[in-house]
């Protein structure tokens, strides 16, 4: 009879630590899911506190990236502009490799890289792989074809609506299908700031 009971309360004590680890685990998944929440609070926040409408898209650009790039654990940042009557891609601010560079501007209607897909389709475009970036007709960058440090994911979102959007932003990171569902909406929202921000998000040119 005691070896039964003894049996039993060990059954009963294993039972109990399983329900442990399950709610230990669950509650380090809500403080994980509350502490995304509060990052992406704050990066709204942020970027409310600081765009200026009507202010040089430049500078609006470094603030957007002043606020993001470090708590998104970015590896690439860049704004570009679209002059859709001198058919024109202008990089007004592109961060790679830890500094910022003079990426040159190209035509709009060679439609040869990720930015020209995300300005004709009119719409947000989530690379989550090398592969998949390379199949898509992704460039590579002089930086990265010097350093072999190519970015695997890539999120380009249109600046403005209709159908010549002013730009776009495009977030890069190292890692693999790094930005989730939900922080690809925190990046919607941030780039609809910007294009509110800017004198005319829908004009051929946003100065």
């Not at 709610?23 to 709204?44: G, P």
């Not at 430049?58 to 704004?79: E, I, N, R």
């Not at 501007?105 to 009119?122: F, H, I, K, Q």
């Amino acid at each position: 009879m005691q070896d039964e009971a003894l049996v039993r309360r060990e059954e009963q004590l294993r039972k109990l630590e399983a329900e442990s680890h399950t709610l230990q685990a669950s509650l380090e998944d809500t403080r994980e899911l509350v502490r995304h929440l509060d990052q992406d609070r704050e990066l709204l926040l942020g970027a409310l506190e600081h765009l200026r409408p009507g202010a040089d898209v430049q500078l609006q650009a470094q603030v957007l990236l002043d606020v993001c790039f470090k708590p998104m654990g970015l590896a690439c940042f860049y704004v570009a502009v679209a002059d859709w009557d001198q058919d024109l891609l202008r990089f007004v601010l592109y961060h790679e490799g830890g500094r910022f560079r003079n990426h040159p501007s190209r035509r709009l209607s060679d439609r040869s890289g990720l930015s020209e897909r995300v300005l004709v389709g009119r719409r947000p475009v989530y690379i989550r792989t090398l592969e998949e970036g390379r199949a898509a007709g992704s460039l590579l960058t002089a930086a990265e074809q010097a350093t072999g440090l190519i970015p695997h994911s890539w999120y380009g979102v249109p600046l403005g609506k209709g159908p010549r959007p002013a730009g776009l932003v495009s977030f890069q990171s190292f890692q693999t299908d790094a930005f989730s569902e939900g922080r690809r909406r925190v990046m919607d929202a941030l780039t609809s700031l910007l294009s509110i921000c800017m004198e005319d998000p829908n004009s051929p040119q946003a100065r």
